[in-house]
């Protein structure tokens, strides 16, 4: 995320950092089990928080789109994205929830695309889960995008905060607008 941040604009550089994460799935009767994914995308809100350059709607880069600003992080306003995200993470936890014919407090844990810990806990009241539920790298890390939710599951499964047959619901949320879910069973 770095390579993207314009960093003379403050308001915006210093809320995402660099990380790196992924997981091996396989198919078999062992070890954890995907309950469910839920992926959702809403262009009309795009504008929030891109990055205009780059991508197929505007040439290749160029000295004239990078001297213009075209490939940095662009977000309109931090209490949009907040508010956006705040909905659409919970109404994809609920998703999972419903999906998979489980009440929220049914949930071990939230293991969330690490954004900012203000949100989790106004999420955390909204829905009544207690925030103890919700585990958080950000004030380790801070956001570090979409490697954020990896890192912090390969965070709870090394400090052994999750145990077998816990169920963890893996909410995300990102630029463009999109946001989704993950409901998995612990083994």
Request: aromatic share 8%; proline share 3%; glycine share 10%.
């Amino acid at each position: 995320m770095t390579r993207t941040l314009n960093w003379k604009d403050r308001s915006t550089c210093i809320l995402w950092g660099d990380g790196a994460g992924a997981a091996v799935v396989a198919l078999g009767d062992q070890g954890p089990e995907i309950l469910s994914t839920h992926v959702h995308t809403d262009g009309s809100g795009g504008q929030d928080l891109l990055l205009p350059g780059g991508g197929s709607k505007t040439t290749p880069i160029s000295h004239e789109s990078v001297d213009k600003g075209l490939h940095l992080l662009n977000m309109v306003e931090a209490n949009i994205s907040f508010r956006v995200a705040v909905r659409y993470f919970m109404d994809t936890i609920k998703e999972a929830a419903n999906h998979n014919r489980v009440g929220v407090g049914e949930i071990a844990w939230i293991i969330p695309h690490q954004a900012n810990i203000r949100m989790f806990q106004y999420i955390s009241k909204s829905l009544r889960i207690p925030f103890e539920k919700f585990y958080m790298t950000v004030h380790k890390y801070g956001n570090i995008s979409s490697a954020s939710c990896a890192i912090a599951l390969d965070e709870a499964i090394r400090d052994k905060s999750i145990r077998s047959g816990d169920l963890i619901c893996l909410p995300v949320f990102g630029g463009g607008l999109t946001w989704g879910s993950a409901m998995i069973r612990w083994h």
